[in-house]
Structure formats: C-alpha cells, structure tokens
C-alpha cells in the first residue's frame, strides 16, 4: 500500500505571480498554484484579476469552491442574469457541472478557489477548448516557474 499522502504549505505573499494563459482568459489574470492533490483529483489557486478581466467559457467537471478576497466577480451572467455576483469578502460553491460562460470581474479582484477536478474550457458550441485538471495545472506552473528559479532566485 502507498504511504500516507504528504502534508504541504505555502507562503503565498512569497509566491510570484505567473500569468494565467490567454487562450483561457482575457484582461491580464494572473495565478499561483498553491496546492494539487492527485489522490483528490483537486488544485487549489489564487487568481489576481484586474478590472474588465475575464474567464473564457468552462464548465466545472468536479465541482469548486472559492472564497473572494478582494473585489467583485459575477458568476454565471452575475445576479441580474440568475447567476451570482460574489463581493469580497465572499463565499461560493460552484456544483458539478457547473458551465460559466462568462466570469468577470467589474473591478480589481483576487480569489481562493479549490477545485474538484477539471476545467473543461469549451468553445460556444460546446467544443473542446482545453481541459485543466491538477496535472496540467502543476505543468503548466512548472513551466512558468521554472524560468525564475534558473536565475537563481530560489526560495527556501
Ligand atoms: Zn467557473
């Protein structure tokens, strides 16, 4: 049998800011990966999203919870529309399946949000776009990060 899973932390106002790829966003979002769970099939991140920012359409396959730090975000078409307009400090849990054609953010905006399992980014006719689960996520970050840490500026 395997060995219990390990336990982890991040200090995340040490972490960079690595942008979060356009293809999935618009407007200059931003990400840092803190934490993935390949037991849980779940990745846990931080998104700074300036004002005007988007997401590109997805559909939750697991679903997600979030906790808004800063800002506003409208969920789903945002309350006028049936969806949710989150104002930080706020809560939401996003349900399997979960399909946000749109989420935007009115104003500089950050967030927490843990994942349970994919994204699946479609296109407007349900075509796919990109699926994010935790082990593109984690090489993806990789990626971005490993630039920084062969100029040496390794963090301990
Ligand atoms: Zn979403």
């Not at 590109?56 to 006028?80: C, F, N, Q, S």
């Not at 399997?96 to 905006?109: E, G, L, Q, V």
């Not at 296109?123 to 689960?133: H, I, L, N, P, S």
Request: one cysteine or more; proline letters at 6%.
């Amino acid at each position: 049998m395997k060995p219990r899973a390990a336990d982890d932390y991040a200090q995340v106002d040490e972490i960079a800011w690595q942008p979060f790829p356009e293809a999935l966003s618009a407007g200059g979002i931003r990400w840092k990966l803190l934490h993935v769970s390949p037991e849980m099939g779940a990745w846990t991140a931080m998104f700074d999203c300036p004002r005007g920012s988007s997401f590109a359409r997805h559909i939750h396959i697991g679903p997600g919870e979030y906790l808004l730090t800063k800002g506003k975000m409208e969920v789903r078409g945002g309350k006028d529309k049936g969806g949710a307009t989150a104002l930080a400090p706020g809560y939401g849990y996003e349900a399997c399946n979960a399909r946000h054609d749109k989420t935007y953010f009115p104003i500089a905006s950050e967030f927490y949000m843990t994942f349970l399992g994919p994204l699946h980014f479609i296109e407007e006719d349900g075509a796919t776009r990109a699926v994010v689960g935790w082990d593109q996520a984690r090489a993806l970050w990789e990626t971005q990060t490993a630039a920084a840490k062969k100029t040496g500026k390794k963090k301990k």
